[in-house]
């Protein structure tokens, strides 16, 4: 028999829930405040801040100045590129690691895990050098390799995690109807993995869009993305708090949105798998 929930306890959660939630968007919310406001009222104390008046000049200044626009391209074809060169590489990789295991298929996925440990700067030079020599530096080519490569792990661990949860008879029912490798892949699997496969897809989208060791490091101007873009406005001068604050919500507001009208399929995804 389940334990009855008071009134006062929910209403503890429930406070304790919207005090974890603000204070997590907390800062994002300031951002987007100084964004409206100039910088001599920027570096002002709190309460200055929000009394003093709300002006659109940082976002005027920050269109004069950048091309948002060519920016906000770069950041989709990297983000999108990436992913679906992941999820070519991870669904075959998953699938086989699910239905047909082997010794070393637990190794395997903990070695896979393990390269998330190392740390970026460890590799840099050599990538580096590597991009230099064949011609991969500022381009968006050489970032969508090099984000697929990051984000693969975490791309192939969920979906395995999502496969695992499909009954092998259907695939297996399925072999016997004379389905093929390829059509069991595309007409069996995928369809029936969707939710695992689509909160898989977001999340990458979300960490390919705010990379930026990587795109700040092997980009100069042709492929800079947006986290190029928010980079722009700290300089040896100083921060421009105002107007890095406009750069950093005009880069963030397109995934926040997406997120915003995603989170239902993600919470789904992430937290019930692929199958019930």
């Known amino acids: 028999m389940a334990r009855a929930v008071t009134n006062r306890r929910k209403l503890i959660v429930t406070v304790a829930a919207w005090a974890v939630g603000i204070a997590i968007f907390f800062p994002i919310l300031w951002t987007v405040i100084l964004s409206f406001k100039s910088e001599g009222d920027a570096i002002k104390t709190p309460l200055e801040v929000l009394s003093s008046a709300w002006t659109f000049e940082s976002y005027a200044t920050v269109q004069e100045r950048s091309n948002y626009v060519r920016h906000f391209w770069n950041s989709v074809v990297i983000s999108l590129g990436s992913t679906l060169l992941g999820l070519v590489i991870a669904i075959p990789a998953a699938w086989a690691m699910a239905f047909v295991p082997g010794k070393q298929t637990k190794n395997v996925l903990m070695w896979m895990l393990s390269t998330k440990m190392l740390p970026p700067v460890g590799v840099l030079v050599p990538i580096y050098l590597i991009f230099r020599d064949v011609g991969l530096l500022d381009t968006k080519t050489g970032l969508v390799i090099v984000l697929t490569l990051i984000n ?125």
């Open 152 to 276: 693969l792990p975490i791309i192939v661990w969920m979906l395995y995690t999502y496969f695992k949860e499909i009954p092998g008879e259907i695939l297996e029912a399925a072999r016997m109807d004379g389905a093929s490798l390829r059509n069991e892949l595309i007409h069996v699997l995928t369809p029936m993995a969707v939710p695992g496969i689509a909160s898989t897809v977001l999340l990458n989208i979300i960490l390919a869009w705010n990379e930026a060791f990587w795109t700040l490091n092997l980009t100069a101007a042709k492929a800079a993305p947006l986290t190029a873009f928010i980079a722009s406005y700290s300089s040896p001068e100083g921060l421009f708090y105002a107007k890095l604050s406009a750069a950093s919500t005009m880069a963030i507001a397109p995934i926040l949105i997406m997120g915003w009208f995603s989170q239902k399929q993600l919470v789904r995804g992430l937290t019930f798998g692929a199958v019930k």
